[in-house]
């Protein structure tokens, strides 16, 4: 059974960091691409960043780049989310997902939802002004 466990989330000021992480079990980890969504409240859910299974290769949202950083540790199956200088934007449920890597995918692949095998349940992040 796959398990996507999301954890890191909280309360946090703005200008403050977080550094969420999604814990992958029963799968290959490093045959999956993994990715970062978010869903703020009453709207839709988002493309955030994306990585390769390899790591080489790291895709983000316009509003993510500059202050997120996506990374994985394929030897403990994790992937990280770095996220900086929080705003209140950034208020919302982060989700990790993981994508079968079948082979070379151009980015637009990443940014959609529909690609992603599984999902985790998601972790809450919250941005005071």
């Known amino acids: 059974q796959v398990q996507l466990v999301e954890s890191g989330g909280g309360l946090v000021q703005a200008g403050g960091s977080l550094r969420l992480s999604c814990a992958a079990s029963g799968l290959t980890f490093r045959d999956y691409a993994m990715g970062w969504f978010r869903q703020a409240p009453g709207k839709e859910r988002e493309f955030v960043a994306a990585?390769?299974?390899?790591?080489?290769?790291?895709y983000y949202a316009d509003s993510a780049k500059g202050r997120f950083s996506i990374s994985r540790d394929n030897a403990k199956n994790t992937v990280y989310l770095q996220i900086n200088m929080l705003k209140p934007e950034d208020t919302g449920v982060y989700y990790c997902?993981?994508?079968?890597?079948?082979?070379?995918?151009?980015?637009?692949?990443?940014?959609?939802?529909?690609?992603?095998?599984?999902w985790g349940q998601g972790t809450q992040v919250t941005v005071s002004s």
């Open positions: 990585i390769i299974r390899s790591g080489l290769n790291t």
């Open positions: 997902a993981a994508d079968y890597q079948r082979g070379y995918y151009s980015e637009s692949h990443y940014r959609r939802i529909d690609e992603y095998d599984y």
